[in-house]
């Protein structure tokens, strides 16, 4: 655990957030509450992250929310909440309240045609194994290869992106293992924008992130809440604090439930 910046002082955030009225804890996935994994639909949370996110929502007393790159549909069965909590998913287009309701904000046809293209540019150099699709964007996957191919697969991608960038609402952005081409407008800070609009000045909250497109969130939060980089290897950043997984994040998420609890006494 570090101190990325001289004002935190983490035992008076948390006996603050004991005695505080509302809190807030923001929680990307992939790289936070999981490693990552070269089959995607494996990556499960770290042993005992379910169970202490399942008893922070079960003190009724914080506002638990997922935020990620991935789609709704994909996370909600690796998470193994139930019912599951709110979620952001692909970067901030889609959104599942806590009661369960899903909205998708919609773009127009010329992005959709493109996005198109994107795909076609993809099944066009053979790499659709390698390609996640979102309901707003494609990814690329490599991690897990060797370096020279890894390499080719990221030229022959971007030199085809490259152009549709140029020409559509599309924007290529690169992530720990590979590479992204999604639609312009919606990021992980506008996602915490949106959710922490209503709340008190007196709310206490926390993002948790571990990779470059958590830094939108990052810079929301710079004077509003506690920003937490989880990841093995410290990297150039925005957050507060860096910690690394799974030991760490397991004593950062068991001190929030205590202040929970705590402030039942």
Wanted: charged letters at 25%; a negative charge; one cysteine or more.
């Amino acid at each position: 655990m570090k101190f990325l910046s001289t004002k935190l002082d983490l035992d008076s955030f948390f006996d603050s957030l004991a005695k505080a009225q509302e809190r807030l804890l923001l929680l990307d996935y992939d790289g936070t509450l999981a490693p990552f994994c070269i089959k995607r639909d494996q990556a499960i949370p770290y042993s005992g992250v379910t169970n202490l996110l399942s008893d922070i929502r079960q003190t009724q007393t914080t506002q638990l929310v997922i935020i990620s790159g991935r789609a709704i549909q994909d996370l909600i069965p690796l998470l193994n909440l139930d019912p599951p909590p709110e979620i952001w998913g692909s970067h901030g287009w889609e959104h599942l309240d806590s009661k369960g309701q899903y909205t998708i904000t919609s773009f127009d046809e010329a992005t959709s045609e493109a996005l198109s293209e994107a795909k076609n540019c993809i099944e066009a150099l053979g790499l659709m194994d390698f390609c996640e699709q979102k309901p707003v964007s494609l990814a690329i996957h490599w991690r897990g290869l060797q370096p020279e191919s890894a390499n080719l697969i990221q030229s022959q991608i971007q030199e085809k992106w490259k152009e549709l960038e140029k020409k559509s609402n599309l924007k290529i952005h690169f992530f720990d293992g590979g590479v992204e081409l999604r639609i312009s407008g919606k990021d992980k800070g506008t996602a915490v924008e949106s959710i922490i609009c209503n709340l008190s000045k007196g709310a206490k909250i926390a993002y948790l992130g571990d990779d470059a497109t958590d830094e939108d969130a990052f810079r929301v939060l710079k004077t509003r809440g506690l920003s937490v980089l989880v990841r093995e290897e410290l990297r150039s950043t925005n957050a507060d604090l860096w910690i690394k997984p799974p030991k760490e994040l397991i004593e950062f998420l068991t001190r929030w439930k205590q202040a929970c609890l705590t402030s039942f006494s």
